[in-house]
Each structure stands twice: as C-alpha cells, then as structure tokens.
C-alpha cells in the first residue's frame, strides 16, 4: 500500500466548530488530493495541490481551505464546519510523473452535530 | 462538464461465474480511465488503468476494456469468488492536474 495516512480517522464536532484534517504521505508524490464521499453523490474533488505552496479549487470547494506548506502534508480545514460536510474525507495521491495513478489514503469520518 | 455513470448499480452473482462491470462518459476527451475497488469502511484500492490511447489493461482475473470514441469501458472479472465482494468504482481524468471524475459505483456481492 502506498504511505498515506489520514488523522484523525474519527471526528464529531458542533456546528461552526473550525476543523482540520489532515494527510500524510511518505511517497514524495507531487500531487495531493482531498475528496469527499457521500451517498447518491459518489466521490467528489474538494482540493488539490500540484505541488509545494500550489493548490486549486475542485468540484465542491465552498466552506473549505487546503494548505501544503511540505511534499508530505495536505492539510484540509473547514472553516465553521456545517452539518452538510458530515461525510466522509479520502486523501489521494498521485506521483505526476508518467504514472497517472491515484492511491488514497483511509478516510476520515467527521460528522457535524 | 464530465458525467460518469455506471451501469447497474448492484449486481449479485455465484461464485464462479464470470460478470461484466459498465461504465460510461459523456466527454471522450479524456487521458485516462481508472477502476478501482473499495470495501466497506476503507479507502480505494486502484485496480486498472488505461491510457486513453490503450483498447484494454489485464490484472489476473480483471481485464478492463476502452472504447474512448463511444465512452464506455467495461470491466471483466473472470471466475468471481466471495473476496471480489466490493463497490467497484471507475474514474476518469479528462483534464490537466490529473483531475478525476467519479461515477458512483457498483456494488457487486458474489455468494458462495
């Protein structure tokens, strides 16, 4: 399997709580990525980052920050967390040099009270 | 905008009988297709990928064809047994940054 792990892998909070979750690698991949995944909506791209300090927007990037100050660390935070981002959160990587292949880390539950 | 459907949705065979997994896309642009399988409570495990100029990838018992220009691919898993038991999900990136779209998935049980 590859190196990624996620913490925390459980969570409840209150609503308007800040939160951050965050991803580890120890593949030295270059790209990094936050999904979501909820029932009828399959899994949906919050973040990305091509890089140290390079991050973009995805599908469903609304009440949500990313930051990634090393190659190792993708950190996902939700600003006053609300109880439509209960869901589950996968990180994935991707080595971006010729192997387009995403490996994802466990997930974390979080769950909004 | 992508959109990846796949086709059914649940799917509950025997052990030992070969099945086919569907799936489709609306924009045949894309670089490449991805399936993957997850099991209950745990994240993806990548399975296949074809390069968008590839017509098929094989992994043991998992074969996954592409037909870019109709946007379908399947995937065939030959002689199926109860560790196959997952939702089998496909992906496609059709953009820069690797970006992929997901279909919801097919949840497949094969009894014993």
């Known amino acids: 399997d590859a190196g990624i792990t996620q913490s925390p892998r459980h969570k409840v909070t209150e609503t308007g709580t800040p939160v951050t979750l965050r991803c580890h690698q120890t593949?030295?991949?270059?790209?990094m990525y936050w999904y979501r995944q909820d029932p009828g909506h399959g899994l949906r791209l919050i973040h990305y980052?091509?890089?140290?300090?390079?991050?973009d927007k995805g599908e469903v990037s609304d009440g949500y920050s990313v930051s990634r100050s090393k190659t190792e660390d993708f950190l996902l935070t939700l600003e006053s967390a609300t109880s439509s981002q209960t869901s589950v959160y996968f990180c994935?990587?991707?080595?971006?040099?010729?192997?387009?292949?995403?490996?994802f880390g466990p997930g974390t539950r979080l769950t909004v009270l | 905008k992508q959109e990846v459907t796949q086709i059914p949705a649940a799917l509950s065979v025997p052990e030992g009988e070969n099945l086919v997994l569907n799936c489709s896309f609306t924009?045949?642009?894309?670089?490449?297709l991805q399936w993957f399988r997850q099991d209950p409570g745990k994240g993806l495990t990548s399975l296949l990928l074809?390069?968008?100029?590839?017509r098929e990838q094989t992994s043991g018992r998992l074969n996954a064809s592409l037909d870019k220009s109709s946007g379908r691919s399947t995937l065939y898993i030959a002689a199926s047994q109860p560790g196959d038991s997952a939702t089998y999900l496909c992906?496609?990136?059709?953009?820069?940054?690797?970006?992929?779209?997901f279909g919801k998935g097919t949840l497949l049980t094969v009894n014993p």
């Open positions: 994935a990587i991707s080595p971006g040099t010729g192997d387009d292949t995403q490996y």
């Open positions: 980052s091509y890089g140290v300090k390079d991050t």
């Open positions: 992906a496609v990136e059709g953009g820069s940054n690797y970006k992929l779209t």
């Open positions: 074809i390069q968008s100029s590839q």
């Open positions: 924009d045949s642009a894309i670089y490449n």
């Open positions: 593949e030295n991949h270059r790209y």
